[in-house]
């Protein structure tokens, strides 16, 4: 099973990036996906995650209204759409699929994608 992210990359305060995961291995159309991310020196933390349906979504607090969740079960992938982006949004951001009930940890990681924001 395998988790791929991409879309990373480095963008000037204000910007877009738009993530994508695409799984393999596995469908997780039965699955609630997410992303969490982890800035240097700091604990990994939860940013978003999707229901299997893709009826309900769940954000932490510092993303709502800037970023936006959403999946493809065609395509067994999960996307993250990242406005407004500020510079403590820089992060490694990793996709995840069977997230835990609290959004705490998942059963299925992916690699990480770096996003840096520049001031």
């Known amino acids: 099973v395998q988790l791929q992210a991409s879309g990373g990359g480095l963008v000037q305060a204000g910007g877009s990036l738009r993530l994508s995961c695409a799984a393999s291995g596995r469908t997780f159309s039965n699955d609630n996906m997410g992303w969490f991310r982890q800035a240097p020196a700091k604990e990994r933390e939860f940013v978003a995650a999707?229901?299997?349906?893709?009826?309900?979504?769940y954000y932490t607090d510092s993303v709502k209204g800037r970023f936006t969740i959403s999946r493809d079960n065609a395509k067994n992938a999960v996307y993250l759409q990242m406005n407004s982006l500020k510079p403590e949004d820089t992060a490694v951001y990793y996709c995840a699929a069977d997230l835990s009930q609290g959004h705490q940890t998942a059963a299925y990681w992916g690699q990480g994608t770096q996003v840096t924001v520049s001031s």
């Open positions: 999707i229901s299997w349906s893709g009826g309900t979504t």
